[in-house]
């Protein structure tokens, strides 16, 4: 899920990202890109999807929903992200064997591939410096944005690591049932688990700048929580009731917003 300013973006399973405007939760665009829409990156003026099977990226013009290029990579392109500083996209190319980054400028005049220690790839996050990646096995690794090297890993994260998040001082993973917080930028890891929820795979994660991380609950099928966790706590605060397999959330416009694969259906939440 990516957030505009105006709009929150969320792939679809059915070949299209949709547009829903974030005040009036009315759909205002649905792009028919084909393939199999996985995640969603905003650059200030685009939006970027991966297509998981097409192997490539497509770049849709937010302000008019149309298709802008389409742009061919690796197999498995699946984590995307977008660094303001080097105006720059960061894709995860899960099945390139082995994995590797790929980095590319606005207009794919320029490229770079980043060989990777896990050979799988899945989840990025950019905090301004670094871009960090997840396998969504028991591998971390973050890169200078700048340089487009590796900086450090952890192979040993205590949890299969999926989901990441900045919360403009700490980097957050997200694991089965486990929050991880990542102190600048070592291999250090605190670690922090929420075994009073067993049922819970926390496979994405959102920071709201406020002091809360919102995770959703996501093992078993049918389950319908995502858990507001407290950072200075280190607690669940709140478990927050959604539509069915919650997979995917995203704060913006001042709002917890979650899509869950039930019903295909995304939730706006005021959970402050």
């Known amino acids: 899920m990516a957030f505009d300013g105006a709009n929150v973006w969320v792939a679809s399973g059915s070949g299209s990202v949709v547009a829903i405007n974030a005040t009036t939760c009315a759909i205002t665009y649905t792009v028919q890109i084909g393939g199999t829409p996985a995640l969603t990156a905003f650059d200030g003026a685009n ?36 660094d303001s500083h080097t105006k720059t996209i960061w894709i995860a190319i899960s099945q390139g064997n082995p994995g590797e980054i790929l980095v590319m400028n606005l207009t794919d005049t320029e490229a770079w591939a980043i060989s990777t220690p ?11 410096t670094n871009v960090y990646a997840t396998d969504g096995v028991l591998n971390l690794s973050w890169y200078s944005a700048k340089s487009k090297t590796l900086v450090g890993e952890n192979s040993g994260m205590p949890a299969p690591a999926t989901g990441l998040a900045w919360d ?45 991380l919102y995770l959703p609950c996501s093992t078993v099928p049918g389950v319908n929580t995502v858990q507001q966790f407290s950072e200075n ?3 669940v605060t709140q478990t927050i009731t959604v539509p069915p ?20 259906m995304v939730t706006s939440l005021n959970v402050r």
């Open 245 to 264: 397999d919650p997979v995917a959330l995203i704060w913006a416009n001042s709002q917890l917003w979650v899509s869950s694969q039930t019903g295909n």
């Open 233 to 235: 706590r280190l607690t």
């Open 47 to 82: 939006v970027w999807v991966t297509d998981y099977t097409g192997n490539r990226v497509v770049k849709v013009d937010a302000a008019s929903g149309g298709i802008l290029n389409a742009y061919p990579v690796g197999a498995g392109p699946y984590g995307i992200v977008y």
């Open 118 to 128: 896990t050979p799988t790839p899945k989840y990025l996050m950019d905090n301004g």
């Open 168 to 212: 403009g001082a700490n980097v957050w993973v997200a694991g089965d049932g486990d929050i991880n917080d990542v102190i600048s930028d070592t291999d250090y890891l605190i670690y922090y688990t929420s075994a009073q929820f067993p049922e819970c795979s926390y496979q994405s994660i959102a920071a709201d700048h406020a002091g809360y």
